[in-house]
C-alpha cells in the first residue's frame, strides 16, 4: 500500500518543466513506489480497454449498416488521440505552468516529461500521469463520436477528433484537474472526469446531431423505428466498460492506497443500482426485463458517479445509482423536444448523467474519504456543512457543458465549408449504409431476410444487390427482421 514503504524525497526541480535529472540521482525510481506505478499502468490498461467497450456499445445500438463504422470510429479515437497527446495534448491539459484556462507548450513531444513528480499527485511521476491520463482523452471524443451514426464521413471525423481533443478537451481537462486551472482554484471537485469526459462528450454528441441533421425516415415524435440490432454486442460493451471502469475511478486516485479501494466500491455499487433502477423504469411500462436497459442503467450509474468516485460513502453511492438511472432514463426524452437526432441517446446518459453526478457530489463529498489518500483534504459538501460546494458544481458543469456544446458547433460548421469536409454522406449513401460506402466492409457477411415469409417482397434482389459490392440487403425495421447464417 501507499506509505508502506520508505521512498527518497524528491529533490529535484518542481513547479516547471524538468525531466527530473536535476536530482542527480542515478536511480529515478527512488522517489516512488513500485506498488503505486503497478497500479496506475494497470489502470491505464483498464481504461485503454473501455475505448473498444464504447464501440461495441455503440454499435449493438446501431443498425446493422453502421455497425462495423461506430467500432473503427471508436479505435480510430484511440489512434489519432495518442498522436495529438504525444505531441501537445498533454502538455497543454497538464504542463507544470499555464494559465487559468490551458496550459502551455513546455512539455511538446513530451519533452521534460520523465520523473518530476505529476501536477496530478505527488505519488506518480509525469510519464505514467501522461499515459495514464492519455487514455481518458482518447476515450472522450470516442464517446461523442457515436453521434454520427448512420449518416457522417469518415475522413470528417477523423479531423473532428483531432481539432475537437485540441480545442474542447484540452482546455476542460486543464481547468479542472491542473493546480493553476480556474475551477480547481475555485474549488469544484471533479474526481474522474464529470466534465471534461462526460459533460464535455454528451454536449459534444448533442451539437453533432444538431449540426449533422436528423436520419433520413426520422419523426419528431418517435425518431426511427429500429430496436438494436445486435443486443449482445450492448452486453459486450456493457462488460467492457464496467471492468474497465474500475481503473478509470479508482485509478484515479493516482496510488495504491484505500481512497482507490473506496472508489472502485462506489463504482460497483452505483453501477448495479443503476441498472436495476432503469429495468425497473422500463418494467413499469412495457413489463418486460429489458437488457438493453439493465446495460443502459449500468453505464448511467457509472457516469453519474464518476466525478464523487473519490469522494462520498458507500450509501451514497446507492443514492447515485437511483437518482442516475432515474435521471439519465427521463432525459431519454429530451431530444425529441430539442429536435435533435441524437440516436444513441449520448447526452442523455453522459452529459445529463455528468451534470447529476456533479451537482450530488456537492451535496454528499465527505472530508473522511478524501483523506484516506493520506495525502490530501476538502472541506467536503452539505454533509460537511459546506453549502458553497454546490454552486462550485453547478458553475464547473455549466461551463464544461456551454463551452463543449459552442465550440462544437463552431469546429463543425467551419469544416463543412472546407472543400472535402463536408460532414455528412449523400441520401443515396445513407440508404446504402455507412460501413458499405465509408469502409468497403461489413460487421456480418450475411444476407438477411424477413422474419414472416409472406412479407418477403418479390423482385427486388436485384435492384439491392447492385448497392453493394457484397450483395448487402437494405435494413428493415428491427420489428419486423431477422437473420439467419
Known amino acids: 500500500m501507499s506509505g508502506s514503504v520508505q521512498v527518497v524525497a524528491y529533490n529535484g526541480t518542481t513547479g516547471v518543466a ?17 506498488g503505486d506505478f503497478a497500479w496506475i499502468l494497470t489502470s491505464a490498461a483498464l481504461v485503454l480497454l473501455m475505448i473498444p467497450g464504447v464501440g461495441f456499445f455503440y454499435s449493438g445500438l446501431a443498425r446493422r449498416k453502421s455497425a462495423l463504422s461506430l467500432i473503427m470510429l471508436a479505435m480510430l479515437s484511440v489512434a489519432v488521440v495518442d498522436f495529438q497527446w504525444f505531441f501537445w495534448g498533454y502538455s497543454l491539459a497538464f504542463s507544470h505552468t499555464g494559465s487559468s484556462y ?20 505527488t505519488k506518480i511521476p509525469d510519464l505514467l500521469f501522461c499515459l495514464y491520463q492519455g487514455m481518458f482523452a482518447a476515450i472522450t471524443p470516442a464517446l461523442a463520436i457515436g453521434a454520427a451514426v448512420d449518416r457522417a464521413r469518415i475522413l470528417p471525423c477523423i479531423v473532428f477528433i483531432l481539432v475537437w481533443s485540441t480545442i474542447v478537451y484540452d482546455p476542460i481537462a486543464y481547468w479542472t484537474w491542473n493546480a493553476n486551472g480556474w475551477s480547481f482554484k475555485l474549488g469544484g471537485l471533479d474526481f474522474a472526469g464529470g466534465t471534461p469526459v462526460h459533460i464535455s462528450s454528451g454536449a459534444a454528441a448533442l451539437a453533432f446531431s444538431i449540426m449533422l441533421g436528423k436520419r433520413t425516415g426520422y419523426a ?20 467492457f466498460l464496467w471492468v474497465g471502469w474500475f481503473g478509470f475511478n479508482g485509478g484515479s ?5 484505500l481512497r482507490a479501494v473506496m472508489a472502485c466500491i462506489v463504482t460497483h455499487l452505483a453501477a448495479s443500482v443503476g441498472a436495476i433502477t432503469w429495468v425497473l423504469m422500463d418494467y413499469r ?13 449500468a453505464i448511467s450509474g457509472l457516469v453519474a458517479i464518476t466525478p464523487a468516485s473519490g469522494y462520498v460513502t458507500p450509501w451514497a453511492a446507492v443514492i447515485f445509482g437511483v437518482v442516475g438511472g432515474i435521471g439519465c432514463n427521463v432525459a431519454t426524452k429530451l431530444k425529441f423536444y430539442l429536435g435533435a437526432d441524437d440516436a444513441l441517446d449520448i447526452f442523455a446518459v453522459h452529459a445529463i448523467g455528468g451534470i447529476i453526478g456533479n451537482l ?18 476538502i472541506p467536503g459538501g452539505w454533509l460537511n456543512h459546506n453549502y458553497i460546494q454546490l454552486a462550485y458544481q453547478l458553475a464547473d458543469s455549466v461551463a464544461g457543458f456551454s463551452y463543449s456544446f459552442v465550440l462544437t458547433c463552431v469546429i463543425l460548421f467551419l469544416m463543412n465549408l472546407i472543400p472535402g469536409l463536408s460532414l455528412r454522406v449523400s441520401p443515396e449513401d445513407e440508404d446504402i449504409g455507412v460501413d458499405d460506402v465509408q469502409l468497403g466492409e461489413f460487421a456480418y457477411d450475411y444476407v438477411e431476410i424477413q422474419r414472416h415469409t409472406s412479407d418477403i417482397i418479390i423482385g427486388h434482389s436485384d435492384h439491392e444487390r447492385a448497392h453493394s459490392s457484397r450483395g448487402s440487403v437494405p435494413e428493415l425495421p428491427e420489428k419486423t427482421a431477422d437473420a439467419i447464417v
Open 285 to 297: 411500462l412495457e413489463k418486460k426485463w429489458s437488457v438493453v436497459g439493465f446495460c443502459s442503467g
Open 360 to 377: 450530488l457530489t456537492g451535496l454528499f463529498a465527505a472530508d473522511w474519504i478524501v483523506q484516506l489518500d493520506g495525502v490530501n483534504t
Open 220 to 239: 419528431k415524435s418517435a425518431g426511427l423505428p429500429y430496436r438494436p440490432h445486435n443486443v449482445t454486442h450492448i452486453v459486450l460493451g456493457t462488460v
Open 253 to 257: 486516485a493516482l496510488a495504491a492506497n
Open 18 to 34: 524538468d525531466d527530473g535529472y536535476s536530482t542527480d540521482v542515478a536511480n529515478l525510481n527512488v522517489f516512488y513506489e513500485s
Open 102 to 121: 490551458i496550459g502551455d507548450l513546455s512539455n511538446f513531444g513530451l519533452m521534460k516529461t520523465l520523473a518530476q513528480p505529476s501536477v496530478g499527485s
